[in-house]
């Protein structure tokens, strides 16, 4: 029988459904592969030929989030903002989306998207890693910061990004309001740090 | 005796020559603030407070060492220079932590007469002028409090703050009714700010320990976190607003603006607009003689008010939150700083007006005086303090002793004051109950706006109307 891909969409799409409502019932440590293939209607080897590990998959529902998030994000621009108050708008409306995902966030974080993470595993959180620092660079680059970043300087974005998302997903004060504390500091940090860069360094030369 | 009358005489600049060091009187001046991004581990806080004190500590004593070697004229104006120095340092400082501590530098800028003109000149910018957060991040506490953006929930959101509260910032803004309204919106986790501000005070303090008023010092300090916490809710703001919006009716001339609920939450506070000029905008304009009399009067009335009336302390009156109307009204904003009382303080402070209404029965005078500085024995109180808190209470009840118009603007009567706490403060006499913090702060800090305005006016009719309504 031949799978057509009208359902092979429909197939990835009951999957990712079935694991969003499982991950939110059970919680992500307490899912397995065999529930959501289960859940789904589908046999459990049927759902690795989709997906090739539970925390791809949510890696899917992240990057998925994301890419609204980003939408969000540029259906609010004014187009007078300051690089500070464009980099904490791209991060909250990411993480207002993730919302959902908050309880399992950072064991995807860790697998997929951790400087420690090896690129080359999950397709969405390469994609979405990409997407993420090609704004920012752009969005750098648009306030007058020069072009491209150096890797180093989007190494540190990086950082602090996962930072203040490991920060969200463990915040217990109310509405998260402590994780707006530490997204300002950190980017004004980030920003401060861009800045630095742009300043002549004095050297001294031993001849 | 309130610390913060404490660290407004400690922090004169002419204690240099008593006993007090340099660098111990401006220790007091650690403060911190406003508008950079609030450093939230208490560690980061403390390190900036300790930087702060250092620096200050040294302009102060650089000055201290110079001056031995000039005289005259030059030395007066090598102490202007260090003022604005440490005052220009103070600032930045405070930029750079906000929170409850700002308090002290408003406070200061409200004694025009008793803190060198550079301090008051950049104090003063903090009511008004404090760089603002910027709105992407208002934004995100807004929709974290009211579910929506301001864009949505507005007709016109100002993207730029056009005032500084102590805890966060003012917007303008148009509600979809056409109201002009005032958003105070709070900065993101201050609440915890205070907690991690009051830890490093009793840090700093903790050498004091053993001294034998610390348990006092400690109940006072705790009741100054208390009602600084208290300021992070806005909802309770909101009540204290409406209550007080009750109070008065069109003839008194005083407006407190409406809040709407719908628009408010424990971190923003939406207001009605009040449109009015500040205290030195006001009196830029030069306004005649019988105009600053009845704004003064109309400030007397609306604290007697709120205090006879709904048994609050005004404890925040200082100069932001009085707004000089182009019709003759006053506007009284900002409700966060308010004390309530007790059963037990309510008590407490009739029983002093009781003893300084009409001629001081000084037997009853000195009954609440004891119990004013949280002792019982007469002889642990001693000669030299009840005499100087006699004087105290004489001096702050003294334009109710005569049914006239009190001169409020006559600078000497404002540094009699001044010298008395001065005098109870270099002797340590700093014992207190709680209460006296609130009450100094809305009796001096309504002194200090009629002596601002030049205003006379007869302050014991006021008194006799209010506790008559009462």
Avoid at chain 1, 28 to 47: H, Q, V, W
Avoid at chain 2, 257 to 267: A, Y
Avoid at chain 2, 367 to 385: F, I, K, N, P, W
Avoid at chain 2, 412 to 420: D, F, K, N
Wanted: glycine share 6%; with cysteine; aromatic share 10%.
């Amino acid at each position: 029988m031949r799978i057509t891909a009208k359902a092979k969409e429909e197939t990835r799409e009951r999957i990712t459904e079935s694991a969003r409502k499982l991950f939110t019932d059970k919680g992500f440590d307490e899912t397995t592969t065999r529930d959501i293939a289960s859940e789904a209607g589908i046999a459990t080897g049927t759902l690795f030929n989709y997906y090739p590990s539970k925390e791809a998959l949510a890696m899917s529902l992240v990057a998925a989030s994301l890419d609204a998030g980003r939408l969000d994000f540029e259906a609010r621009r004014r187009g007078d903002e300051s690089l500070e108050e464009d980099l904490i708008s791209h991060i909250m409306t990411g993480l207002r989306r993730l919302q959902p995902h908050r309880g399992y966030v950072g064991a995807v974080m860790e697998t997929a998207m951790s400087p420690f993470a090896k690129t080359g595993l999950c397709d969405d959180a390469d994609r979405t890693r990409e997407e993420h620092l090609e704004r920012v660079t752009d969005l750098t680059a648009s306030h007058g910061l020069g072009g491209a970043p150096p890797f180093v300087v989007m190494h540190l974005y990086w950082t602090l990004y996962l930072g203040v998302l490991a920060f969200w997903s463990r915040d217990a004060s109310d509405k998260q309001e402590e994780t707006l504390a530490v997204l300002d500091h950190s980017l004004r940090l980030f920003v401060a740090s861009l800045k630095t860069g742009h300043t002549k360094v004095e050297v001294n030369h031993v001849t | 005796m309130s610390p913060e009358i404490g660290e407004l005489v400690a922090a004169l600049p002419d204690g240099f020559d008593e006993e007090k060091a340099p660098d111990e009187a401006l220790q007091t001046l650690l403060s911190s603030l406003a508008n950079k991004p609030v450093p939230v581990g208490r560690l980061t806080r403390f390190w900036a407070l300790g930087s702060l004190k250092a620096k200050i500590a040294l302009a102060y004593m650089a000055w201290w060492l110079r001056s031995g070697y000039v005289s005259g004229d030059k030395r007066a104006a090598t102490l202007n220079e260090t003022h604005l120095k440490s005052a220009i340092k103070l600032l930045g400082t405070m930029s750079y932590l906000r929170g409850s501590i700002m308090k002290i530098g408003q406070t200061l800028a409200n004694y025009p007469d008793v803190v060198p003109d550079e301090f008051v000149d950049t104090l003063s910018a903090l009511h008004f002028e404090a760089p603002p957060m910027h709105f992407s991040l208002l934004r995100e506490q807004v929709r974290n409090e009211l579910g929506r953006d301001p864009e949505e929930i507005f007709d016109e959101f100002e993207t730029k703050a056009f005032a500084a509260a102590s805890l966060g910032q003012v917007h303008r803004a148009r509600l979809k009714t056409g109201q002009e309204v005032a958003v105070k919106i709070q900065y993101p986790n201050i609440a915890r700010t205070i907690r991690d501000d009051f830890k490093n005070f009793n840090a700093l303090l903790l050498p004091m320990r053993l001294t034998k008023d610390w348990d006092n010092f400690r109940a006072q300090g705790e009741d100054i976190f208390e009602t600084l916490e208290l300021e992070t809710d806005y909802v309770n703001e909101a009540e204290c607003l409406k209550a007080a919006r009750e109070a008065f009716n069109e003839d008194d001339g005083v407006v407190v603006p409406e809040v709407f609920e719908e628009f408010s939450s424990g971190r923003v506070l939406t207001m009605e607009f009040i449109e009015g000029k500040h205290v030195d905008e006001f009196m830029a304009t030069n306004p005649p003689q019988e105009v600053r009399d009845r704004h003064g009067h109309q400030i007397f009335m609306a604290i007697s008010r709120l205090y006879y009336g709904l048994k609050i302390v005004y404890a925040d009156p200082h100069p932001g939150n009085f707004y000089f109307m182009e019709d003759g009204r006053l506007g009284l904003i900002d409700f966060g700083c308010c004390y309530r009382f007790t059963d037990e303080t309510w008590k407490y402070c009739a029983n002093v007006e009781r003893a300084s209404h009409g001629p001081i029965d000084s037997e009853a005078m000195d009954a609440a005086l004891l119990y004013s500085v949280d002792l019982t024995d007469e002889a642990q109180m001693g000669e030299e303090r009840l005499g100087l808190l006699r004087d105290y209470c004489t001096w702050m009840w003294e334009p109710m002793q005569e049914d006239a118009p009190f001169d409020f603007g006559d600078p000497e009567y404002l540094r009699r004051g001044m010298q008395l706490y001065g005098d109870m403060i270099r002797k340590r006499y700093t014992r207190s109950q709680p209460i006296n913090t609130w009450l100094a702060r809305s009796f001096v800090g309504a002194r200090a706006m009629a002596y601002r305005l030049r205003a006379k006016f007869n302050l014991k009719a006021i008194l006799d109307t209010e506790t008559s309504v009462k």
